[in-house]
Antibody, heavy 123, light 109 residues
Framework: QVTLRESGPALVKPTQTLTLTCTFS??????????VSWVRQPPGKALEWLAL???????YYSTSLKTRLTISKDTSKNQVVLTMTNMDPVDTATYYC???????????????WGQGTMVTVSS | AIRMTQSPSSFSASTGDRVTITCRAS??????LAWYQQKPGKAPKLLIY???TLQSGVPSRFSGSGSGTDFTLTISCLQSEDFATYYC???????????FGGGTKVEIK
């Protein structure tokens, strides 16, 4: 069974750096074609893709946020970490990690999602 | 960046209705489109990928169609458990190009 679970602080102050961890099981991020992304959703708003890391350690970022984001992986721990610097109240959102592949017709679709973690940015 | 526009943003329907949601891409994306269902407080669930392929375990009342710039998600006979928000997502220029539509909320009439 494939599962992903996000963890991190529920509350951060403006200007602080947010660090979120996605711990997964049931698949390996060293398997060719495997990818993990971070997606966020402000309260009552739409989904926004943030960053992706693939099995080959290639990293991709949202154009609008790339200067603030860093994604990394620890294959031995089955974890993907996202850091976001200079947090602002507009970054208040539920943050999800999700799995996708890079091959075939499903390649960009997120077939498995974590349950999400709510992050509030407030002083 | 490719923009995805969904319509309508919300509507009311009754159990048993046939409903259609539209998603339009700002440029051609072939069939690189997915649809998700999201219920309050829950993560999105993949319904359809490659514009028309049903994800395993998804009821056959859901169907998708379209290619290029115009896509539709149809629920043939709305059930109580289908009241939710639906999102389209393109993955034409992936990676990294991944964008979601603004969502369509299906409410009970």
């Amino acid at each position: 069974q494939v599962t992903l679970r996000e963890s991190g602080p529920a509350l951060v102050k403006p200007t602080q750096t947010l660090t979120l961890t996605c711990t997964f099981s049931g698949f390996s991020l060293s398997t060719s074609g495997m990818c993990v992304s971070w997606v966020r959703q402000p309260p009552g708003k739409a989904l926004e893709w943030l960053a992706l890391i693939d099995w080959d350690d290639d990293k991709y970022y949202s154009t609008s946020l790339k200067t603030r984001l860093t994604i990394s992986k620890d294959t031995s721990k089955n974890q993907v970490v996202l850091t976001m610097t200079n947090m602002d109240p507009v970054d208040t959102a539920t943050y999800y990690c999700a799995r996708s592949g890079i091959y075939g017709v499903t390649r960009g679709a997120f077939d498995i999602w974590g349950q999400g973690t709510m992050v509030t940015v407030s002083s | 960046a490719i923009r995805m526009t969904q319509s309508p943003s919300s509507f009311s329907a009754s159990t048993g209705d046939r409903v259609t949601i539209t998603c339009r891409a700002s440029q051609g994306i072939s069939s690189y489109l997915a649809w998700y269902q999201q219920k309050p407080g829950k993560a999105p669930k993949l319904l359809i990928y490659a514009a028309s392929t049903l994800q395993s375990g998804v009821p056959s009342r859901f169907s998708g169609s379209g290619s290029g710039t115009d896509f539709t998600l149809t629920i043939s006979c709305l059930q109580s458990e289908d009241f939710a928000t639906y999102y389209c997502q393109q993955y034409y220029s992936y990676p990294p190009g991944l964008t979601f539509g603004g969502g369509t909320k299906v409410e009970i009439k």
